[in-house]
């Protein structure tokens, strides 16, 4: 595409194309880059191609013709390349533009589940068996035993 091409730079381009050694075909609307590189023109219409004797300003010239544009009447006022007949009425203005539905976000709701687990209370342990009191056992003055222990002294 040369749309977003200036004219000095469709000159490069098409001094480029000029120079280039190999075939090349070229499709373009942009009737500068065309008068200065083609050699030749095809036109491909109705499932056919067929080669156009004259150049590219001939070909523009019978195109017009053949669309009745020829520029001579007062209703064939000519507009853009000349290659469409431009009409007196207005245009019809553009629909306004369909809105887009929006989108909403919803967060998700989370509800909070709270079990109270009952507390356990730890069960009691045995009650100790009860201790038996030492019994004196009687012995020599000097020596003392009791039923669970012996001392012995010499």
Same mark, same amino acid.
């Given at each position: 595409?040369?749309?977003? *091409?200036d004219?000095?730079?469709i000159?490069? !381009?098409a001094? %480029?194309?000029? #120079?280039?050694?190999?075939? *090349?075909? *070229?499709?373009?609307?942009?009737?500068?880059?065309?008068?200065?590189?083609?050699? #030749? &023109?095809? &036109?491909?219409?109705?499932?056919?191609? +067929?080669?156009y004797?004259?150049?590219i300003?001939?070909?523009?010239?019978?195109?017009?013709e053949?669309?009745?544009?020829?520029?001579?009447? =007062?209703?064939?006022? !000519?507009?853009?390349?000349?290659?469409?007949k431009? =009409?007196?009425?207005?245009? #019809? @203005?553009?629909?306004? $533009?369909?809105?887009? @539905?929006?989108?909403?976000?919803i967060?998700?709701? &989370?509800k909070?589940?709270? %079990? +109270?687990?009952?507390? #356990?209370? $730890?069960? *009691? /342990?045995?009650? $100790? /068996?009860p201790?038996?009191? @030492?019994?004196?056992? /009687?012995?020599?003055d000097?020596?003392? +035993? =009791? /039923?669970?222990?012996?001392?012995?002294?010499?």
């Open positions: 595409p040369t749309n977003h *091409l004219m000095e730079s000159d490069a !381009l001094k %480029a194309v000029n #120079e280039f050694e190999g075939g *090349l075909v *070229l499709v373009s609307h942009d009737m500068r880059l065309i008068s200065q590189v083609a050699k #030749e &023109i095809w &036109i491909c219409d109705k499932k056919t191609i +067929t080669k004797k004259g150049d300003m001939n070909f523009k010239m019978d195109m017009r053949q669309l009745g544009i020829d520029g001579t009447g =007062t209703n064939n006022k !000519l507009r853009g390349d000349a290659s469409v431009a =009409t007196d009425k207005p245009k #019809e @203005p553009k629909p306004a $533009p369909k809105t887009q @539905p929006t989108l909403e976000v967060k998700p709701v &989370i909070s589940v709270v %079990a +109270t687990i009952p507390e #356990e209370k $730890p069960a *009691l /342990a045995p009650a $100790p /068996a201790v038996a009191k @030492p019994t004196p056992v /009687a012995a020599d000097a020596t003392a +035993t =009791t /039923a669970s222990s012996s001392t012995t002294s010499t």
